[in-house]
């Protein structure tokens, strides 16, 4: 089921058929986690905004291209509601906002990042640890 669904329960919004197991990004305090379990685990931050377009189709096309076996956690950040969050991703990782935005984390540092179409791109296995 794709986070959006969970999220909000529109089923105009999600492809049904992901299967990926999306971690809340809700708090501040994730950050120091995600870069902690990042030497041992590469860990994957989507900033999406709910309201765009763009942003919309990225993810669904993202959650149907993801290959789920990969080892490589997943957390979402939806940027509407945890704005101080995603100044703090800027922040801390030197990396300008976009949304969507993707960012690789591995070994505490960004590994690569993308935004818009662009992060449909991103080999990420090729980042998995």
Known sequence: M???KRLFGSQSEVDNTSNLDWNLLSDLTQLDTITTDSNTKTQIIFKHS?????????????????????????????????????????SRFN????????????????A???SHYGILELD????QL
């Open 2 to 4: 794709g986070i959006i």
């Open 50 to 90: 709910t309201r765009c377009g763009i942003s919309s189709g990225v993810l669904r096309k993202f959650e149907k291209q993801f290959d789920v076996s990969n080892s490589i956690v997943l957390h979402f950040l939806d940027l509407l509601r945890y704005r101080d969050i995603s100044n703090e991703i800027a």
């Open 95 to 110: 990396i300008a906002h976009q949304s969507p935005q993707l960012l690789i984390i591995k070994k505490g540092v960004v």
């Open 112 to 114: 690569k990042h993308d």
């Open 124 to 127: 990420v296995v090729e980042y």
